[in-house]
């Protein structure tokens, strides 16, 4: 073993830790030059996958409803071209609140974050003391329901922007499709989508779905329109039959 002494007095060039080494000609090799480091930003784009970044494309071009005061639309079902049922919802995302009109009877229910109302949902009345303060003038049971109306209703309308929500799984399938799975999250988890993504505008064109329940279903997206911020299909219709869903009244406030 050399002692200190000795490799102080050690022949031939000594290395500065500090600068990069040169070859002959005094050009710093490449592989000498510092490695970039690798910021927290370029850590999680890295991580990545083909799915998130389709993904986070269709949200871009589809805009952001939680940023708003205010949205307003209607969830129309029709047959045959005849109106089956209608519900309107007023949501005000900022506040937390969302009013569903079904029928002569408004539905007012608060507190949305402040709750997790599809937990409260699964045994309303076993939760009668959350429900009195999240929907005062409705039974447990009603706002249980109206609750599932507007999760089917607004998913309907806005899955474009859900696409990155926590218990989301996304894969591309062979045809470059995005499909979606669930953890443990919402009042269905054991639903499957299966959305096809136009390349260029990264609005989506159908989508296809079997749900928990065991449904299936395969509907065309149209009628794209600019509501506020948002860019949002109006008209869903079925490949195999007259039905069509469709979003009447859409307003948006910022």
């Known amino acids: 073993m050399l002692g200190a002494s000795a490799c102080d007095n050690q022949a031939g060039p000594q290395l500065d830790a500090n600068r990069p080494a040169k070859n002959e000609d005094g050009v710093v090799s490449k592989s000498a030059e510092p490695a970039a480091k690798e910021t ?45 049922s209608r519900r309107h919802h007023n949501w005000q995302p900022k506040a937390g609140e969302v009013t569903i009109t079904a029928g002569e009877k408004d539905y007012r229910l608060t507190h949305l974050r402040d709750y997790d109302l599809t937990k409260l949902s699964a045994e ?42 926590e218990g989301v799984n996304r894969q591309l399938d062979d045809q470059g499709r995005l499909v979606l799975t669930f953890g443990e999250v919402g009042l269905t988890p054991g639903d499957r989508y299966v959305l096809t993504v136009d390349p260029e505008t990264h609005r989506v064109t159908r989508w296809e779905f079997k749900l928990q329940g065991g449904n299936e279903g395969d509907f065309a997206w149209s009628d794209y329109q ?4 948002l860019t949002l299909s109006g008209v869903r219709s079925a490949k195999d039959s007259e039905m069509a869903i469709t979003f009447d009244n859409l307003r948006a406030q910022p």
């Open 226 to 229: 600019q509501v506020g911020p």
């Open 124 to 165: 309303p009345d076993q939760h009668a003391e959350a429900w009195e303060a999240i929907a005062p003038d409705l039974t447990p049971e009603e706002a249980a329901k109206a609750w599932g109306w507007f999760i089917n209703d607004s998913y309907w309308l806005l899955v474009p922007s859900k696409l990155m929500d």
């Open 40 to 84: 927290p930003e370029k850590k999680v784009e890295a991580a990545k996958t083909p799915a998130d970044k389709l993904a986070e494309r269709v949200i871009a071009a589809s805009g952001d409803p939680e940023s708003l005061s205010r949205l307003e639309f209607s969830f129309v079902p029709r047959r045959d071209g005849e109106e089956v």
